[in-house]
């Protein structure tokens, strides 16, 4: 069969790449895809970026399967139009995708269902913001409401920062907080500390099948300092997600969310994805919900996976009242899976393209090249976005897997490259 990927990123190449392992897959179609999925000939790009026309395309071409990456068109209702023509996807209604697309929503959704996070008061009156702010004081942390591509969270460790970002986030039209044309929010929340990891499952709207744990770094610079990014590395397992940790995330949270979902009448299909934080005692809180896979937690994610992706998807996808996810257990490999981003000049406030890119190594066993932000210009691979690769290695060890990947780093070279060089700090043994 023929399947498609809606995304361009490196979540998106790691996810095909996967897709194509599959016998059952004649070709995996990206729309728009990036250069690396150019190169690759088990892999087709599309240029086409609206929906509109690429569920047409899809059902001219007889697609067997659509996995949509991003939230952008999840939260545009890509999946309910591709369902209301009979074309068989993975990923949220529009209605369900508000679990990441509105703050707002998926805090009064924990509240409602006893899902423990952070606690927190939603405000559009800034006056009342500013007071709320002075009654509680910092450290506090400031969320616009809507999708915010990273940008919408301030931890504010003095309340000058926190009254600056409620400026900020809620003055007119300055930020794209205000979800679907309604008045601009912002969620304030008490601090939270700890440490983070992703918790990623599929749900077919019924029943849970957790994927390996992973854990990302989302700071720009080494020790977890700087600026926030999308993510610079991840790696899987994530050893702060003990079995006990596993279980008690899966009872309070992630039972709980889909339970919840299908009794508010939106049930649940897709990756759902919880950024934890867990605390001394093991304890989690929840502090988002993601209605997609982590990017670049995904990169890990998939190398370890041995299970045939188009089987579980297509479980995934199978029609209420079916066996859906329920009879599925996946097979990992035992070694840990560790990538390294490299990213762009400028990255990530004015990211550069532009610049060529050389020396990335061929694919083996224990080595995977994932490319996020690149572009082939008459037949030269360039940058073209934030995050252009994603050096993703497997062996026996975190540090193992950390000398792999960096071995790699360093063989590629592109003007103005970044990245960090202790990926899995937290997870390595002394
Ligand atoms: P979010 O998009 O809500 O996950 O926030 C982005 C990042 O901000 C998280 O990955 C955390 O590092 C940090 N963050 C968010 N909420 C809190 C909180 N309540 N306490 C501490 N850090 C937070
Ligand atoms: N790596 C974090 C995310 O995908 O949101």
Known sequence: MNVLVIGGGGREHALAWKLAQSPKVQRVYL????????????????????????????????????VVGPEGPLAAGVVDDFRAHGLRVFGPTQAAAQLESSKAFSKAFM??????????????????AHAHLEATGAPIVVKADGLAAGKGVVVASTLAEAHAAVDFMLADGAFGSAPAGGEARVVIEEFLQGEEASFIVLCDGKNVLP?????????????????NTGGMGAYSPAPIVTPEVHARAMREVILPTVRGMEKDGI????????????????KVKTLEFNCRMGD???????????????????????????AGLADLELQWDRRTALGVVLAAHGYPQTPRAGDAIQGI?????????FHAGTRLHDGVLQTSGGRVLCVTALADSVRLAQARAYEAVHQIQFDGMQFRTDIGFRAVKA
Do not use: C
Not at 218 to 223: A, H, N, V
């Open 296 to 322: 670049p937690e995904t990169q890990p994610i998939m190398a370890r996976l041995k299970t045939d992706w188009l089987d579980v998807l297509w479980a995934a996808t199978e029609p209420v009242g079916a």
């Open 111 to 128: 509240q409602r269902h006893g899902i423990p996070t952070a606690h927190f008061a939603v405000f559009s009156d800034p006056a009342a």
């Open 267 to 282: 049930p649940f299909t897709g990756f759902l994805y919880a950024g934890l934080m867990i605390d001394a005692q093991g």
């Open 211 to 227: 994927l390996a744990t992973s854990q990302d770094h989302k700071r720009l610079q080494d020790g977890d300092a700087g600026p």
């Open 31 to 66: 729309a728009p895809g990036n250069g690396g999925t150019a190169l690759d000939d088990r892999l087709k790009n599309l240029p086409i970026t609206d929906m509109a026309v690429l569920r047409d395309w899809a059902l001219e071409h007889k697609i067997a399967l659509t």
């Open 361 to 369: 190594p061929t694919e083996t066993e224990d080595l995977v090249v």
